[in-house]
């Protein structure tokens, strides 16, 4: 019987388009902690996912006070990309992955070499700051530069504006454009390979069925139980940072 990881590869090898659909547990070996694995930030703080809504950030300056101290403090900011990114940017430069769609707002896929054409970020991005009043936008460092000389919930330089970072929070719309470029891709796939989400935040997790119903051959890895494991053709709970790196090596030595 062939090895699930190597009936993966195989799979990979085998298709025409291959769309990978990353989330929060691709970056746990970087030191980003994800939203719902057993250490997870909400796993441990419940409160935490609650106050995530726009609307009490838009609300309440001691919640986005709150906010501008840990995003000073975010692990991403000294974040490397671990193997399993470096084997995603492997399987594009080898022709193996059309789209990398991803909720991860870290910019780590970029950092390991996947083109930032090819890649989605359906959640949008923690390195860039945008003002909920007029969407001016500008690089997150440079907002972070004021919150460390003193402002603690420093407002739009263009109309006084609150900002934020350009990340979609629970109650905020997706991007429509990015939506439909990942709709597309993943009608097209022939593979879909579902990788470090617990797959139960949506718009982003309906990508999964819709990619199975229009033909696609679906290759999950996650260490946890996900809501469409029974769609999958294959079920991966090893270590994404041994997985992923595995189905690379596999697809150089069947080329
Ligand atoms: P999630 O936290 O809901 O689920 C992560 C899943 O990954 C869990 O089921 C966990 O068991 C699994 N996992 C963690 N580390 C793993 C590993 N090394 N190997 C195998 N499996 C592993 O994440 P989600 O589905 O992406 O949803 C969370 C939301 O939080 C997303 O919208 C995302 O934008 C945001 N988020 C992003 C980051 C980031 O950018 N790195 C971090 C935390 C949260």
Same mark, same amino acid.
């Given at each position: ?187 097209? @796939? !022939? $593979?879909? &390979?579902?990788?470090?989400? =617990? ?5 982003? *997790?309906?990508?999964?069925?819709? #990619? ?19 769609? @999958? !053709? $294959?079920? &991966?709970?090893?270590?994404? =940072? ?5 189905? *690379?090596?596999?697809?150089?030595? #069947?080329?």
């Amino acid at each position: 019987m062939v090895e699930p990881v190597f009936e993966a590869g195989r799979l990979v090898a085998d298709a025409r388009s291959v769309v990978a659909l990353t989330g929060a547990g691709i970056s746990t070996d970087s030191g980003i902690p994800d939203f719902r694995g057993p250490q997870g930030l909400w796993t441990r703080n419940p409160e935490a996912e609650r106050l995530s809504d726009i609307s009490h950030y838009l609300a309440d300056p001691e919640v986005r006070r709150r906010s501008w101290v840990s995003r000073l403090d975010a692990p991403a900011w000294s974040a490397k990309p671990n193997p399993g990114h470096l084997a995603l940017a492997r399987l594009e430069r080898t022709g193996h992955l059309d789209w990398l769609l991803t909720q991860n707002i870290d910019g780590l896929h970029q950092m390991a070499g996947n083109s930032p054409e090819r890649v989605v970020e359906l959640h949008g991005t923690m390195r860039d700051c945008i003002c909920m009043n007029c969407g001016d936008r500008r690089p997150m460092p440079d907002v972070l530069t004021r919150v460390r000389a003193g402002e603690s919930d420093p407002p739009c330089e263009v109309c006084g504006g609150i900002l934020k970072s350009a990340t979609v929070s629970f109650g905020q719309q997706l991007d429509p454009a990015n939506l439909r470029t990942a709709e597309l891709a993943v009608r097209e @796939a !022939d $593979v879909l &390979l579902a990788v470090g989400t =617990s797959l139960g935040v949506y718009p982003v *997790a309906a990508l999964v069925p819709i #990619s199975v119903r229009f033909g696609a051959r679906l290759v999950i890895v996650n260490a946890e139980p996900t809501p469409f494991d029974d769609l @999958a !053709d $294959v079920v &991966l709970r090893n270590n994404i =940072s041994e997985v992923l790196p595995t189905i *690379a090596d596999s697809l150089a030595e #069947s080329a």
